[in-house]
């Protein structure tokens, strides 16, 4: 596992490299607030068949900020443009969750022949305003600061906030989280301007989401409904529904064996 830079739209993004090169590329996509190494309990698992890669997002992990306010859907999905277009690695799967996942459905729905096939796991199509409104609030809020690494570890919190990961995963996850200030205190490396939303709200577009397609409900989620789930992955032409037991909203921390084992059988017929 390395880290590795790619160019984006002027910005340089960070990317977790968990190998396979020379493979067809395979590309996870965290939710909102998290960052690449979200994945790091089911990308190695990949690499017998495809060069897999996770993204910080703009404004996310190690990757650099904006000036201006510039993190709404239209953003993120012309990164991933400019990134397909330009990495010469080939067409990609992508794998997203959550907001990742929103961001997938929506670039699928505009560039599927660009793309091998998607996933999108436990991500709404539509986007309710009240929690558009609730994210927003968020980023008005300062972050919290610690006086040691150990100490923000120990605060590290997700939101939603159940979860039946193992205290080893999340002290995993949050190892990567946090930064060093030049005051010698630790806070989040997120920029929280990130939680001021402009989702794409995609109605009839996921029809046009052509390429092989999977959404992945997770069980314990409330939100989408497994009948939103159904009505969404009707809409998809090649649309296929899995889900996932013994999950929160965080699926790759709570259940990483059963996503891998949903998304291994999903890509094995994909080349």
Same mark, same amino acid.
């Given at each position: 596992? /390395?880290e590795?830079?790619?160019?984006v739209?002027?910005? /340089?993004?960070?990317?977790?490299?968990?190998?396979? @090169?020379g493979? &067809?590329?395979l590309?996870?996509?965290?939710?909102?607030?998290?960052?690449?190494?979200?994945?790091?309990? $089911?990308?190695?698992?990949?690499?017998?068949?495809?060069?897999?890669? =996770?993204?910080?997002?703009?404004?996310?992990?190690?990757?650099? +900020? /904006?000036?201006?306010w510039?993190?709404?859907t239209?953003?993120?999905?012309?990164?991933?443009?400019?990134?397909?277009?330009?990495?010469?690695?080939?067409?990609?799967?992508?794998?997203g969750?959550? *907001?990742?996942?929103?961001?997938? *459905?929506?670039?699928?729905?505009?560039?599927?022949?660009?793309?091998?096939a998607?996933? =999108?796991?436990?991500?709404?199509?539509d986007?309710?305003?009240? =929690?558009?409104?609730?994210?927003?609030?968020?980023?008005?809020? &300062?972050?919290?600061?610690?006086?040691?690494? @150990? @100490?923000? $570890?120990?605060?590290?919190?997700?939101?939603?906030?159940?979860?039946?990961?193992?205290p080893?995963?999340?002290?995993? =996850?949050?190892?990567?989280?946090?930064?060093?200030?030049?005051?010698?205190? +630790? *806070?989040?490396?997120?920029?929280?301007r990130?939680t001021?939303? @402009?989702?794409?709200?995609?109605?009839?577009?996921?029809?046009?989401?052509t390429?092989?397609?999977?959404?992945?409900k997770?069980?314990?989620?409330?939100?989408? /409904?497994?009948?939103?789930?159904?009505?969404?992955?009707?809409? *998809? &032409?090649?649309?296929?529904?899995?889900?996932?037991?013994?999950?929160?909203?965080?699926?790759?921390?709570?259940? &990483?064996?059963?996503?891998?084992? $949903?998304?291994?059988?999903?890509?094995?017929d994909?080349?």
């Amino acid at each position: 596992m /390395t880290e590795r830079k790619f160019l984006v739209n002027g910005l /340089t993004l960070n990317f977790v490299d968990y190998g396979g @090169e020379g493979k &067809p590329p395979l590309l996870f996509i965290h939710g909102g607030s998290a960052h690449g190494h979200w994945w790091d309990f $089911i990308g190695p698992h990949f690499t017998d068949r495809f060069h897999a890669l =996770a993204i910080d997002l703009r404004g996310h992990g190690d990757s650099e +900020w /904006t000036e201006e306010w510039e993190y709404g859907t239209r953003h993120y999905i012309a990164d991933l443009d400019d990134l397909i277009e330009n990495w010469g690695l080939g067409a990609p799967v992508l794998v997203g969750h959550s *907001m990742g996942g929103h961001n997938v *459905m929506v670039y699928a729905s505009r560039y599927p022949e660009k793309l091998r096939a998607m996933v =999108a796991i436990d991500s709404p199509s539509d986007y309710p305003t009240n =929690a558009v409104d609730f994210l927003r609030g968020i980023s008005e809020r &300062p972050g919290k600061r610690f006086k040691s690494l @150990e @100490e923000a $570890i120990a605060n590290f919190r997700m939101l939603p906030r159940e979860t039946l990961a193992r205290p080893e995963v999340l002290r995993h =996850a949050a190892s990567h989280t946090f930064r060093k200030t030049p005051e010698g205190e +630790w *806070m989040h490396k997120l920029d929280r301007r990130t939680t001021i939303r @402009e989702p794409i709200n995609l109605g009839g577009d996921l029809a046009n989401i052509t390429c092989p397609a999977l959404y992945v409900k997770v069980l314990k989620s409330p939100f989408p /409904t497994l009948e939103q789930t159904q009505k969404m992955v009707a809409m *998809m &032409p090649h649309g296929k529904l899995a889900v996932l037991p013994d999950s929160y909203h965080h699926a790759m921390f709570d259940n &990483p064996a059963g996503l891998t084992a $949903i998304l291994k059988e999903f890509l094995r017929d994909i080349s």
